[in-house]
């Protein structure tokens, strides 16, 4: 018997003994409500990939076992934590995805000052978990608090504190995770034997779901230095502000001290009004200083010149993260795709910020609002800011290869029919056209902000030097290439 003959909507309610039984509870067929929310990523573009299972683990066992009966049955394994894969790359056709959702539990450690983390989890919970426990404690996660914890650690994990404490992967002290033989393992960041530090090393910036399933994390905890941060944002109208703005950016290219960390998006506002049925393009620094509120303005002084709308307030962390939580990525009714670059220090020049502004005038109006037929423009250009500690680890320290990044930018555009698709995807080709001769080495690119159309070389623009070294740990931990995808890494030529 195999689990493809259960009934429709059915879970399986009982453990059962057998080599062609999967002994876990929870399992859903398409038509469940608990299969739909699981398949929802909340990107058209990509949900048309439906698996024949879903599969909701508990347990690092319910994980071996999954594995055991993919491999057996030749099932397609992929994983979803938080389902954030821009390019849907939790899911597969016709295979088994497991959900890690249930497995989402935070043990805090104050004598070690570490926090281990389930794989299921999201930010949000992490945060107010340590929250609760000490309010100066703080973990190198997302900003967004409704990311999972996994993907954005198993690709770098880039983070408003890593000017000043480093890389999600910089912290990362013990993964646990079950390989593709269904053997879990207990990895940390002190192996000596050359193949567990090898695949320990793969598992910090090498992309989630490419070496096998990780149950676990423990990362180092940091205390503020103060009990609050200073938080907000600094907007502009382009183009009514373009001088202003311009200024702005020449400081900020200039030089930022470590404490501060400064994002940027470029948007569009429509407000609420049929007056402004034409949209505002706005530009928006996402500031946040580890510091006191009279410093902040002192650091930002000639930035606070330029006019801008500010929003800056002294806030506890996660007063922050409870904001941030109102944004939901998540919805049925739309399609979205991604660019990504990765620009060095300076490398915001006013060459580059112009072209970004005429990239985002050019941005075609393909979302249909809900209340009529008015087309809308949605899309955005926004970077997240790294550098200083990031930039002092070496190239070749973890598959995050490109240390001297400081911008980490993504171009997205949203669409409403699936008949928009090729106009939409010439903007975000434009985009790469304008703004890739500016990133590192002409091809930077960020993993977790993946590209799956039209990125050329991809095992480069990601992994630059380090994706030789991936190939061969993957050979030595999958050498039968289980777990893949479409940008999945590949075996080594030799293998």
Request: net charge negative.
């Amino acid at each position: 018997m195999r689990c493809n003959s259960l009934q429709e909507n059915q879970i399986m309610e009982e453990s059962i003994s057998g080599d062609d039984i999967l002994p876990i509870k929870e399992i859903y067929k398409p038509g469940s409500k608990q299969y739909k929310e699981t398949v929802n990523i909340g990107n058209k573009a990509y949900d048309y990939k439906r698996p024949e299972l879903v599969v909701i683990p508990k347990s690092h066992e319910d994980v071996e076992a999954t594995i055991k009966y993919a491999r057996a049955y030749k099932y397609v394994l992929t994983v979803k934590c938080g389902g954030h894969s821009y390019a849907g790359y939790c899911l597969n056709k016709g295979g088994i995805v497991l959900d890690m959702k249930e497995m989402n539990q935070v043990h805090i450690d104050d004598e070690a000052l570490t926090v281990t983390v389930q794989a299921g989890a999201l930010w949000m919970k992490v945060y107010t978990k340590l929250a609760d426990r000490c309010s100066d404690y703080i973990v190198i996660g997302g900003q967004c608090p409704k990311v999972g914890v996994s993907g954005f650690t198993l690709g770098g994990g880039l983070s408003p504190f890593s000017r000043q404490y480093g890389l999600a992967v910089d912290n990362l002290l013990k993964v646990s995770m079950v390989d593709a033989s269904g053997t879990l393992l207990h990895l940390t960041n002190e192996e000596t034997d050359p193949d567990r530090r090898g695949l320990f090393w793969a598992l910090c910036g090498g992309g989630g779901g490419n070496f096998g399933v990780v149950t676990e994390f423990t990362f180092k905890i940091h205390r503020l230095p103060n009990l609050t941060v200073v938080c907000g944002t600094l907007t502009w109208n382009l183009p009514q502000q373009k001088e202003e703005f311009t200024k702005a950016m020449d400081t900020l290219n200039n030089e930022v001290p470590r404490d501060l960390c400064i994002d940027n998006v470029w948007c569009y506002d429509y407000g609420k009004g049929k007056e402004e049925a034409q949209g505002q393009l706005k530009v928006s620094m996402t500031v946040i200083y580890n510091g006191l509120m009279e410093e902040c303005n002192d650091v930002l002084k000639e930035i606070l010149d330029q006019n801008p709308v500010n929003t800056l307030k002294k806030m506890h962390w996660i007063k922050w993260e409870q904001m941030e939580m109102s944004f939901d990525p998540h919805s049925d009714e739309i399609f979205y795709h991604h660019a990504s670059f990765i620009m060095g220090e300076h490398g915001i020049t006013t060459e580059v910020s112009d072209k970004i502004s005429q990239l985002m005038e050019e941005v075609p109006a393909l979302v249909t609002e809900k209340k009529g037929s008015v087309m809308k423009k949605n899309a955005h250009i926004l970077w997240d800011q790294i550098g200083k500690q990031t930039a002092t680890v070496p190239a070749d320290d973890t598959p995050f290869y490109w240390r001297e990044g400081e911008y980490v930018m993504t171009a997205a555009i949203y669409w409403s029919k699936k008949e928009q698709k090729e106009v939409a995807l010439q903007w975000t080709e434009k985009c790469k056209e304008v703004l890739t001769p500016f990133a590192l080495d002409g091809k930077a690119a960020y993993v977790n902000y993946i590209d799956e159309y039209s990125l050329e070389n991809w095992q480069e623009a990601y992994y630059g030097g380090n994706y030789s070294r991936l190939c061969g740990i993957k050979s030595r931990w999958d050498p039968e290439n289980f777990f893949h995808f479409k940008q999945s890494i590949e075996l080594s030529p030799a293998s």
